[in-house]
């Protein structure tokens, strides 16, 4: 059995966090360390950490200086042992099996890297439905075309967690400090350097939605990060001969600037912020384009926009879309 490494970056989680590391600590995979990444966390976080050290073993404990997940992130696949990699938030439990399964079907399919579906909600017990599931192998080409499918398909496919990785995937990558979407910033570079993955349709990663998670926060200025990571990812699949991607990144990013625009704008009142964003979708917008995602961003639509995004908003108000 070779060793795999389980990486938990922990902030602020002593609500969820013994779930969370009892979950792992219980996998019928049993060749694991499981890497606790205590980043500075000011709650009970760092004594549970400790205590789970002292009765298990495989667990390690690595208590930093407070720097973000990413961060964490990283500096638990610097201090990792395995072959192969799992990361698990500290927040969300997995099933019993999830490690095993991934393994197996890795293996078996001579894969750079597995994984599987999710659920999520507030539930404290959920039930995994074990019931075998066909494999299915993908290339990394429509692993990426699916994180564009919808908001469940791109989680599971972008997300770190639920999945088991060659550590190889990680030479010389890291995730971005300070950003709160850091993995938006690298899982396509991960995924671009697969030639087989195996997707498993069974849900063994229980993605846990908590009020004070930083994903549930009220918006704000900071949660714009994704828009770097969104704009990168129309040259990366450029230069990687992903023509259709590349495409599809472009008109992905055009909509996501019109929606962060009415968001500062009615939101936040953040001229500043609006300016920006305006200044970002001119740099990059081609007379002419007509999204092939949006039916209603036509290319009527996305010049006037161009050129003044308070005509787009007059809009919106008359036609009954827009809301405050």
């Given at each position: 059995m070779e060793l795999i490494s389980i990486i938990v970056p922990i902030y602020k989680a002593e609500a969820y966090l013994d779930k969370c590391i009892q979950s792992i600590a219980q996998q019928t995979y049993k060749n694991i360390e499981i890497i606790l990444v205590d980043d500075e966390s000011p709650d009970k976080c760092p004594e549970i950490c400790d205590k789970w050290a002292a009765k298990d073993n495989r667990v390690i404990?690595?208590?930093?200086?407070?720097?973000?997940?990413?961060?964490?992130?990283?500096?638990?696949?610097a201090r990792t042992n395995g072959e192969y990699i799992a990361m698990v938030d500290?927040?969300?439990?997995?099933?019993?099996?999830?490690?095993?399964?991934?393994?197996?079907?890795?293996?078996?399919?001579?894969?750079?890297?597995s994984l599987c579906d999710f659920d999520k909600g507030k539930e404290e017990n959920y039930i995994f439905d074990n019931t075998t599931a066909e494999n299915e192998i993908i290339d990394a080409k429509t692993a990426?075309?699916?994180?564009?499918?919808?908001?469940?398909?791109?989680?599971?496919?972008?997300?770190?967690?639920?999945?088991?990785?060659?550590?190889?995937?990680?030479?010389?990558?890291?995730?971005?400090?300070?950003?709160?979407?850091?993995?938006?910033?690298?899982?396509?570079?991960?995924?671009?350097?697969?030639?087989?993955?195996?997707?498993?349709?069974?849900?063994?990663?229980?993605?846990?939605?908590?009020s004070d998670s930083i994903m549930n926060k009220?918006?704000?200025?900071?949660?714009?990060?994704?828009?770097?990571?969104?704009?990168?990812?129309?040259?990366?699949?450029k230069n990687n001969n992903f023509t259709e991607l590349s495409e599809i990144a472009y008109d992905e990013y055009l909509h996501s600037l019109i929606w962060e625009y009415s968001r500062t704008r009615d939101i936040l009142h953040d001229r500043f912020a609006k300016k920006a964003i305006i200044k970002r979708f001119r740099e990059i917008y081609v007379k002419g384009y007509e999204s092939k995602r949006y039916p209603d961003e036509n290319r009527k639509f996305l010049r006037i926009f161009c050129l003044n995004p308070e005509i787009i908003v007059l809009y919106w108000r008359i036609d009954g879309k827009f809301k405050k």
């Open positions: 404990v690595i208590h930093k200086p407070n720097g973000g997940v990413s961060s964490s992130r990283n500096t638990g696949l500290s927040d969300d439990y997995i099933s019993e099996n999830m490690i095993e399964r991934l393994y197996i079907a890795l293996k078996n399919n001579d894969a750079d890297l990426l075309e699916r994180s564009y499918i919808d908001s469940h398909k791109a989680l599971q496919y972008i997300a770190p967690w639920g999945k088991l990785y060659k550590k190889s995937l990680f030479d010389n990558l890291e995730y971005p400090n300070g950003k709160i979407f850091e993995d938006i910033y690298i899982t396509h570079q991960i995924l671009c350097r697969c030639n087989k993955i195996v997707v498993i349709d069974s849900i063994m990663t229980y993605y846990f939605q908590h009220k918006f704000h200025i900071g949660k714009l990060d994704y828009l770097d990571a969104s704009k990168s990812r129309i040259e990366f699949f």
